[in-house]
């Protein structure tokens, strides 16, 4: 019987011993993970301009490429990845459409975005299915040139563009069939000296400036770019001709390098002077008269590379309202900082790369409330090229219980 | 179900083991009583003892991950080459057995400092230029300090003093501590000549992308050889089969060092060949003798 009673015992520690395993689950592969989509040709080079999350929990990269025999305009360039962030499938559009511009919108089934014609250099509309079976480019009847930032508001386009003959910058309502419903040009300057830098960032050869356009919750349009000499935030109702707010930068040197709006007056802002960068949280920005960015403070992180690209991304992880700011630090990583909406305060930050230099594209909150970041590095020190970093919501929610319990 | 199964034939085991008393029984009927009774104490021992040596590991991947992502190549031409059995760890184990009748129950908890390395191969090249070619290599080496409980059932096969056995069991490993070294090397043939290069090896604390425990089943062989003062010295060779993932699903892109340089850990099994060298010390004497079961 004794004996019995010990191969009982024995059988008992052997169960013991092999229930000690980890547990295994293929969501944690969706949740968390980093990719670098590598192609093997020594001339490759991608770079990604936005990313939007598909309904299948994979995303889409919208990107631009290299044409040959194109010095001056890049082209388009398309990437499916799936929930793991497995590569699926890319698309090179042809080049006679070059230079796409953020943002990616869906709309519907399909997902929109704005690029130029290679020869008249007008604006067109392009869509996508979410599986990236066929591209269909639409022209934006009404000569809109130059197209620098789009974003998708009331089923309709709003596109800040450049107009190289009257020197002005461009805002327009622009329907996915491409139709212009609304149009304003406002004066940049009659002489020269603008024009160099603007033409610089459009065919990537200078300074990247930080177009954007956006809808203010008081129903005011603004748009990010040069207006009377300055890079400038102004406001619009696009109806009077002159804008209804001016927030002036200095000129090449000062102004915003990221706005969302919150609510009423309220922004989530970062803008950079003379190389400096400052975060400006939940901070009130007037949209009439004249003001100027360099006195709206902020705080300044020295950590952040001269005049650094800074993306916003407002977030409800665990039931609370935080803003995310995405941007490039000194250390070559992609620095994520957590501010709480309501109060401006800074609550957590988190750095992601190591190794290889890593660069700040685009955020955005996942349908599982984690976050995905869309990047640019440099694979083997030299071979530039789109990574994703998909942060999951338990993530999310650690970093941001350090201040908001 | 693996489970239900092992669990199962552990069952048969432990029964076959532990019944052998009742079919010896008749054997010893017509002993003298004393006989019998110093024959019957004799069929138990306590051994406890050390043993120290070296082992070796062997990957079974089950799943390949990788942070780089292909768009024109395949998968498999960067994946991990692993090189088994390449790299010798070493461990040192406190022995506790107990004998009865040929067999013994031991258990025999082990402190493993594991090692195994893979390399990564990635290339760039042109079909217009030939020298347009860049060669990059990673080496990466595990050190990984793992604590073993292993339960054994050993089988002395014959002899008296020199006692062969065979022994096969089932272990439960815990995580201690795990770093990588990574180490970067290349050949830049667009430089205008081989430009070789080769980075610092880096070295990262990598506990959690390993799974805090793991289990499997272990066999092998072994020898005592038994002193007259009836200390054994044993030589012992495990051969231990990874029946669990060593790594952590939900940590495997966690080192933003390693995530940066295309690493991410593939699922895997790990196997581990193990070659001790150690002594055994009886607990239980008869008083009059200090005689053990080796006469």
Known sequence: MKHYIHAILFCFAAAGLTSCSEEENPQFDKDTFTKIYDNNKFNSSNFAIDMRQTPDGGFLILGGRIIPDDSIYTGIYLMKVDEFGNFVREIEVDGTSVNPVASLATFQTKYYFVCTDRSSLQA???????????????????????????????????????????????????????????????????????????????????????????????????????????????????????????????????????????????????????GDNYLMPNREIPTSGISSSSKLGGYSLPEMVANAKVRIVRATVDQKNILIYGTDTKSKQIGLLYYNESTGEFINSRYLGFSNPFEIV??????????????????????????????????LQQDVAALMP | MKKTTLLACCLLIAFTVFSQEKKRKASTYNKKKQEKGDVKFLEKQWWLGVKAGANWSKVNVMDRYSVI?????????????????????????????????????????????????????????????????????????????????????????????????????????????????????????????????????????????????????????????????????????????????????????????????????????????????????????LQSSLQTLDR
Not at chain 1, 237 to 252: C, E, H, K, R, W
Request: charged fraction near 20%; include cysteine.
């Open chain 1, 124 to 274: 067109q509309v392009a869509s996508v299915d979410a599986n990236l079976e066929a591209v269909t480019i639409t022209p934006v009847q009404g000569g809109l040139s130059y197209p620098a930032a789009a974003s998708f508001i009331d089923n309709n386009f709003v596109v800040v563009g450049y107009n190289n003959v009257d020197r002005l910058t461009t805002m327009s309502i622009v329907s996915p069939e491409g139709g212009v419903l609304a149009y304003k040009g406002f004066m940049i300057e009659p002489g020269d000296a603008v024009e160099q830098p603007i033409m610089d960032h459009f065919v990537r050869t200078g300074r990247k400036f930080p177009f954007a356009v956006g809808k203010a919750p008081n129903g005011m349009y603004y748009f990010n770019g040069f207006y009377n000499y300055t890079f400038s935030l102004v406001f619009t109702d696009m109806v009077a001709d002159d804008p209804n707010g001016v927030v002036q930068g200095s000129l090449n040197d000062g102004g915003f390098s990221a706005i969302t709006p919150i609510s009423g007056n309220k922004f989530a802002a970062a803008r950079f002077n003379f």
């Open chain 1, 362 to 395: 685009s955020m955005t909150q996942t349908e599982d409330e984690g976050l995905a970041v869309c990047g640019m590095t440099q694979v083997a020190g030299r071979f530039g090229r789109i990574t994703v970093f998909k942060i999951s919501k338990e993530q």
């Open chain 2, 69 to 285: 992502s292909p768009t024109n190549y395949e998968l498999t031409s960067i994946s991990k080459k692993y090189d088994n059995f390449g790299l010798a760890g070493s461990q040192a184990s406190l022995e506790v057995s107990f004998y009865f009748k040929g067999f013994l129950l031991s258990f025999q908890p082990t402190y493993q400092h594991t090692r195994f390395s893979y390399t990564t191969h990635y290339e760039w090249t042109s079909s217009e230029e030939e020298n347009d070619r860049v060669e990059l290599d990673y080496y990466q080496e595990q050190k990984i300090d793992y604590a073993v409980f292993p339960l054994i059932i050993k089988y002395d096969i014959a002899g008296n003093k020199v006692r062969p056995y065979v022994q096969a069991g089932i272990y439960s490993a815990m995580r201690l501590n795990a770093t990588k070294a990574l180490s970067t090397s290349g050949v830049d043939y667009a430089a205008g000549g081989e430009n070789e290069f080769k980075t610092e090896t880096i070295d990262v604390g990598v506990d959690d992308l390993f799974a805090k425990y793991h289990w499997g089943l272990l066999g092998g062989v072994g020898v005592n050889y038994n002193f007259k003062n009836h200390v054994r010295l044993n030589l012992d060779v495990m051969y231990k089969l990874g029946m669990s993932n060593i790594t952590s699903t939900e940590n495997r892109y966690g080192s933003d060092r390693l995530a940066g340089v295309g690493d991410a850990m593939d699922d895997m099994k790990l196997d581990n060949l193990s070659v001790s060298l150690g002594c055994l010390f009886p607990l239980r004497f």
